[in-house]
DNA sequence: CTGTTAGCGCCTTCAT
DNA sequence: ATGAAGGCGCTAACAG
């Protein structure tokens, strides 16, 4: 279907058409009706690619994400592409699993499909190849999740809200708290984290444990169970996100250890799921829907402006702490020594309840 | 950067270039270097939305889901945009919320983006004005996780694997075993797992329990909670998705309930956090990964062979049980009045476990 | 092996 | 208020 036949079949040229559709304006109303009708009998729709190529604008924005199969990241997407249907604009999502060679390879190719910005959640900021190609080409980009004074961004402040998680777990009654973290290398934000969790604990003044990394999320568990088997072990984890949280709590129970009681775990992130487990996750909610949403509003309203996005307008989203079932003051010494046995496994039916 | 820089840079014609691009073989090797090398430096890619134009063909797949938020969508997503890049597309995903307006309007979008193809999950193929535009514009199209004998899909027999968990949980000892659903009306999916349940019950000589349906996911908990706070509640809950699993065992947990002890609680879609979480979730194990994978690959190569996927080339994917710790045989009658107080809420600090 | 050229479908200036 | 026509960047005949 292409505008040649509805301007045939509505009695008018293809100019009046595209005006119909881009102008109503600037068209009889009379007419106007017609072409509208007719195009809507003949399920007509602009071809995009044409309309793209003769517009040098594709209302269509390119979403860059380490993965979908964690939640904080599809609820951004949410985010995203509910600000962007309002703004009338398409987007087109791709992940990088973490990988900058990947980020660039994405963006490259995003460019080439003529997007005409991007969100993006990238590794490292400071080191990404593919912001320096977006900002050689002159393409508006905001990102999310990252703060860096050299870009626009829209993210919250996970040092501070480390550090505050700290403190509160040592006003809790803490003195052995460790950070459980992915490879730090993959992430900024990981670095961001833990950086807060050593201001926390410096503001506390309690001695920094070493930091568990699980590069690997195969075997995140079981390596964690043997972390938490070794004495002395910790009172309380701060997971530098809510999946190695749920993985901690999972760890936990299998060497037969009580959470909160035995152990305090909380997350970051604040993914739904997360309020629907039992324990419910303790965690440093972000505002994940809106940041999506936020980002995409400031790529528009630069657009609409004709200029790039300034890293002035830079945002920093409020996001708070849920204190909730999965964290407590440590339980008293003699409660240490309950739980030795590791709960049941599989094969006794579950009976981690019945201890 | 545009085709005709690069030609000139390299002192040949815009035909080269493409063809360099195109069709390797036909351009002198030492030119083609040289091409290739200008291309490089230049970092000129090819346009594409002027390709797409003039090929009448995007290498771009649009790929329609209900959801993001479920991670079993996510999940099938992720499989998708692998076997879309072994193929060198790209992909477009949209979300619908489960409206069947939504399908439509999106499929309409999609079909003026120029997508090559669709991967779609929708309600009700059956009755989907989505699918019967996509089929008068002769589009391909394959859909995945419903089968329909008019139209070429990838899925699990629901019916069957729901059929079967009912059976087995019968054969551990279940006398009152409940259905909880979504709304039923909104998915096809669902409707066929209720028929399987309805199945499975007849198989092993039990009476059918009114089906829970769980409409609003805002107060699902709550409402669960209230269902299994009234007497005689069931012993085994199976749920048509993993998401309300989670959510039975949590409103189990709130009644007081061990879990598999009092209530054992099965899902349906094997999720990857089901096995993190405490208990691990029983549930039927779908390939979720491979039915998006290999929807691709079924749309891919009726495109290459530039005919339209065939209902009869539709695959049935093999599925698994996973019998894992929310779920165990009745627990002996004195069991049930163990456990009468509800948990201690937040403000007592979560301590379930220590009743 | 390489160059010239005609559109793909649309929007938009210019003319009427 | 409407129509005619050029060209966005690219690929694929067709020539040479």
Redesign the interface.
Known sequence: MRIHEVAERAGVSVATVSRAFNLPDKVAPATRERVERVAQEL?Y??????R??RTQR?RVLGVVLP???N?VF??C??GV?AAAAVGSY??????TAYDEAQELRTV??L????VDGLVLVVSNPARSQALQ?LRA?ARPYVLAYSAHPEHPCVSVDGEGAAAEVVRQLAALGHQRIAMVSGTLSASDRAQQRYRGYLRGMADAGLAVLPVVEVPFVDNA?QSLARYLDAAPRPTALFCSND?LA??C??AA?LQGL????DLAVVGFDGI??GE?????LSTVVQPNGDMGRLAVQLLLKSIARARLPDARDSLCLPHSLRW??????PAPTWAHTVFTEPIPT?SH???????
Chains 1, 2 share one sequence.
């Open positions: 399920g729709l602009p071809n995009a690619s044409a793209t190529l594709s993965t979908l199969l939640p599809a609820e997407l949410q592409a398409a987007i087109v999502p791709m992940t490259a190719q460019m080439a499909a003529n190609r080409a568990v999946l749920v993985r709590i999972r129970r009580r959470v909160p009681e739904a799921i629907e487990l039992t324990p419910t909730s079932e999965s964290s407590a003051g599989l039916h579950g009976g981690n309840h019945e201890i």
